[in-house]
């Protein structure tokens, strides 16, 4: 069965600070996903990772992904107070092509 | 592109009616659909998996009578809360993934979520 854990599960940081959340995921998996998520909002994609070693930023945002060690990093560089809120990552079973597993998710605050 | 509309966004109802929540992929087609249901300050919860033209598969303790699934085109499923009560209330959010043929299929594209609150 496949498991996801985030690691932490909550975060306050003063702005300027970097920070890295954890995800790591128990079986083997081809795809990994992090998703930002507003108080009162759905989910909007981060970052999609499929393959060993994959990194992708966006701002100061940065994902990867080490297929190996089954772990996926959310890197956050010079944090700002627009990057409050919580960060899901979703893994996808090798047994099937769509569905998620999804950790518990990381409540980061950031303050000015 | 690829985005996810839901309808309603809030409502409230009495307990024992039926509410009935529409997804709609608006710029892509969509074989595959899921139904989420979130708790507040929790992850989000898989109820089942919504593919076009044939019957919904839903997650083990989701009751497929209670909540009734129909995805009758590319681009629309329909989630009806029936005889819903109050333990029924909660944020449901709809995902759609592309149809082959189409990019970005290993990316679920996720709706702005409807809120249910039953009195």
């Known amino acids: 069965e496949l498991k996801v854990e985030q690691n932490p599960l909550f975060l306050s940081m003063q702005e300027g600070k970097n920070y890295t959340i954890y995800c790591n995921y128990s079986t083997t998996s081809d795809r990994l996903y992090w998703y930002r998520q507003d108080p009162g909002k759905s989910l909007e994609s981060l970052f999609v990772?499929?393959?060993n070693g994959a990194v992708k930023q966006e701002g100061r945002l940065m994902a990867s992904l080490d297929t190996k060690a089954r772990l996926s990093t959310l890197h956050i560089t010079a944090a700002v107070h627009d990057l409050s809120a919580t960060y899901f990552c979703a893994v996808g079973p090798m047994d099937s092509n769509y569905q998620l597993i999804w950790g518990a998710g990381t409540k980061l605050i950031i303050k000015p | 592109g690829a985005v996810v509309s839901q309808h309603p966004s809030w409502v409230i109802c009495k307990s024992g009616t039926s509410v009935k929540i529409e997804c709609r992929s608006l710029?892509?087609?969509?074989?595959?659909m899921f139904w989420y249901r979130q708790f507040p300050k929790q992850s989000l919860m898989l109820m089942a998996t919504?593919?076009?033209?044939?019957?919904?598969?839903?997650e083990q303790g989701v009751e497929k009578d209670k909540f009734l699934i129909n995805h009758a085109s590319l681009t629309l499923s329909t989630l009806t809360v029936t005889s819903a009560h109050p333990e029924d209330s909660s944020f449901y959010i709809c995902?759609?993934?592309?149809?082959?043929?189409?990019?970005?299929?290993?990316?679920?594209?996720f709706g702005p979520g409807t809120r249910l609150l039953v009195l």
């Open positions: 995902s759609a993934i592309p149809a082959p043929g189409q990019s970005n299929q290993e990316t679920q594209y």
């Open positions: 710029d892509f087609q969509a074989t595959t």
């Open positions: 919504s593919n076009e033209g044939s019957k919904a598969t839903y």
């Open positions: 990772l499929l393959s």
